[in-house]
């Protein structure tokens, strides 16, 4: 190649910006491609959504992180497919642009497993912006109820309900009950928060499945005792402006956050190779593409089995990946073997509530007060920039103490979201809309 080779990375996720830094410096052109200008923490999305942090905590303007790599080039941009014959990438607006090698780290998004209809109502939790959504939801859930004057109404506006009891569920859920019990208890004076509902509904038999049984009967009892409801075996068969139908019950609720799937990006398609029941890219063992070892696939997206397990789609996968992906790429222009990728289980962690959490790390398995000095440590070591570990460190020291949570603004319109009441359930929602309209006559 008379050219320096051009390395194209889709996606500026744990993979994309592990891949772009470690080809920093290095005698290749990259262009790093995402349809947001900033990387974002997911691990710690809930606490934007949950209050405990701001957007600007977790994430960072993805220019910022690369400034320091001049042959690394940003785009903001949104991929729509990929050309993989003629070696291009094609962008919603603006031409295609080719490459030498390509880096596909566009993660997962939410799976509603065919009910693509109940995403209106039950937000999942991906991006900065779904974040401050469902943060919008939960506090204006509170304001509305304190105005409220139906005691039905105002129990449903006081219900909210957690749809997957993975890590990010059970993490919503016990910070959900929290802000119930803690946060909010002395602030309103027609409503007591601390008998609002937090439900806490699993599809299977324990809640954190992947891990191992006793840790999740540790989460369990610290579920309880944050006094969240869980129901175990339950499978959601509807949600709408009303509530949650679980079998034949319907839970009227004007909350409710979606934890319960995954689906693989839909770039994936466009590569025009097997995938599986998800949509993730079956990869070769050096998480190339079958037929065609310029193309790699990273992270959530990619196949990758190891021991006959799938390799699971968490970001130390996503980052080892990548690092494999830059060795392969500088093998292959330099003309020597690539390796195959061996994934390295450093463990995982989810926290429940203050000074509770579960961990499984290098083998040991840790519960309560311990873990979760653990899961702090780790998660405030892993964010991007000082300033932010040192933001979020003094944020939780001080809800530590206080049970503070200091990202509870409401944007927008409020006053006229407040007079629009839910439509919960459909006869009292009649009723609500009449009484308004008598009190605005009045």
């Known amino acids: 190649m008379s050219e320096r080779p051009h390395v194209v990375i889709v996606g500026g996720g744990f993979g994309g910006l592990r891949a772009a830094k470690e080809l ?55 991929v729509v497919r990929v050309d993989v014959p003629n070696k291009r990438v094609h962008l919603e607006d603006g031409e295609p642009i080719a490459y030498d090698f390509l880096v596909v780290a566009t993660g997962a998004t939410h799976s509603y497993f065919g009910n693509d209809q109940f995403a209106e109502f039950a937000p999942g939790l991906k991006t900065v912006d779904e974040g401050l959504m469902i943060r919008e939801r939960i506090f204006m859930a509170y304001e509305e109820a304190e105005r409220e004057e139906d005691p039905a109404r105002r129990d449903a506006l006081l219900t909210f309900v957690v749809i997957g009891a993975g890590p990010t569920g059970v993490e919503m859920a016990g910070a959900l009950s929290e802000i119930a019990r803690k946060t909010l208890a002395r602030e309103f004076r027609r409503i007591d928060t601390r008998k609002a509902r937090v439900i806490l509904v ?32 339950a499978r959601v068969t509807h949600v709408d402006a009303e509530g949650v139908s679980v079998g034949d019950e319907l839970i009227p609720t004007r909350t409710v956050v979606w934890a319960a799937g995954v689906a693989a990006s839909p770039l994936a398609r466009s590569l025009g190779v097997p995938l ?27 196949h990758f089995e190891q021991n006959g397990k799938l390799v699971p789609g968490v970001a130390q ?31 995982s962690m989810a926290t429940i509530g203050r000074a509770a959490a579960v961990a499984e790390i290098f083998g040991m398995k840790l519960s309560g007060f311990i873990a979760w000095i653990a899961w702090v440590v780790l998660h405030v070591a892993t964010l991007i920039g000082f300033k932010n570990r040192v933001i979020v460190m003094v944020q939780w020291i001080w809800a530590y103490f206080t049970h503070e949570r200091g990202s509870r603004l409401i944007h927008g319109m409020v006053h006229a979201k407040v007079a629009e009441p839910p439509v919960l359930p459909s006869k009292r929602g009649k009723d609500l809309a009449s009484a308004v309209t008598s009190a605005r006559a009045r």
């Open 24 to 78: 920093g410096g290095k005698d290749v052109r990259v262009t790093l491609l995402d349809r947001t200008n900033h990387h974002t923490f997911q691990p710690l999305l809930y606490q934007v959504a949950t209050a405990g942090l701001s957007p600007a905590d977790i994430a960072v303007p993805i220019r910022r992180i690369l400034r320091k790599h001049e042959n690394v080039t940003v785009l903001l941009a949104d």
């Open 202 to 233: 699993e599809g299977g038999a324990r809640v954190l499945s992947s891990y191992s049984a006793d840790l999740s009967d540790q989460a369990m009892r610290s579920l309880h005792r944050l006094g969240v409801e869980v129901r175990l075996g």
């Open 276 to 302: 599986d029941k998800v949509g993730r890219v079956i990869v070769d063992p050096e998480l190339s593409i079958p037929g065609h070892p310029e193309v790699y696939v990273v992270g959530d997206l990619a």
């Open 317 to 347: 996968g996503a980052m080892q990946g990548a690092s494999l992906v830059v060795a392969n790429i500088l093998a292959q222009i330099d003309g020597r073997e690539r390796r195959a990728f061996r994934y390295r289980d450093l463990g």
